[in-house]
């Protein structure tokens, strides 16, 4: 079984600063890595995804994260933040073999400040 | 527009009473899925299913049954709800499971008093 670690509940942060959110994950097997964003009052949308291959994956709005293996981390970085980017972001985690569920973290508040 | 819909979207109901919400995808998606989500517990998924009548538990399945019918339809039926079933409310389907990613729908909130 998979499980997933948001280090941090809440970030604060101010407007143009960087941010970097912090996700560990937990599997014996390998797994495909996923960040998902929740505006509030909306659903979940697709940030970005590991699969395989580089490392450092880009997203949309600006967003990327990197694949460390030896660290299991999978942490998320936009080096600066507008106002427009407060949200909730979730990692996720799904082994490659199988149809297994997709398992997420719980969740971390990004609160951008002007 | 390729869309996830559920209905309702707000629902207060009384413990007990039968209830179902709808979730429906114009994408020909294979795999649906359930979730809820609670304060500091993130998502937890309640049933999946990889294609037409074919459905499986996730973490959290108690206190709720799903059918697949129809590969477009995916309701959630609680057949006597509590109020430990408060919560939001989220489906969502892919192509497939694996890589593929996940299109999720707006939400019902759900309040059992």
């Known amino acids: 079984a998979q499980s997933v670690t948001q280090l941090d509940s809440q970030v604060p942060v101010f407007e143009e600063a960087p941010v970097e959110l912090r996700c560990n994950y937990s599997s014996s097997v390998s797994v495909y890595l996923f960040w998902y964003v929740q505006y509030p009052n909306q659903g979940l949308q697709l940030l970005l995804k590991y699969l395989s291959g580089s490392t450092l994956v880009k997203g949309i709005n600006g967003f990327e994260a990197e694949f460390n293996k030896s660290q299991t981390s999978f942490h998320l970085r936009k080096p600066s933040v507008h106002i427009s980017d407060t949200a909730e972001y979730f990692c996720a985690v799904r082994s490659i073999s199988g149809n297994t569920p997709l398992v997420f973290g719980k969740g971390t508040r990004l609160s951008v400040i002007a | 527009e390729a869309q996830v819909t559920q209905n309702p979207r707000y629902l207060i109901t009384v413990t007990g009473k039968k209830l179902t919400v709808t979730c429906s995808q114009n994408m020909n998606h294979e795999y649906m899925s359930w979730y809820r989500q609670d304060p500091g517990l993130g998502l937890r998924q309640i049933y999946y299913s990889m294609n037409v009548e074919v459905t499986d538990k996730g973490d959290v399945p108690e206190g709720y049954k799903v059918s697949r019918k129809e590969k477009r339809n995916f309701p959630l039926i609680l057949e006597s709800p509590s109020p430990n079933q408060t919560s939001l409310y989220f489906c969502?389907?892919?192509?497939?499971?694996?890589?593929?990613?996940?299109?999720f729908g707006p939400g019902t909130r759900l309040t059992v008093l």
């Open positions: 969502a389907s892919s192509p497939r499971g694996g890589a593929d990613t996940q299109y």
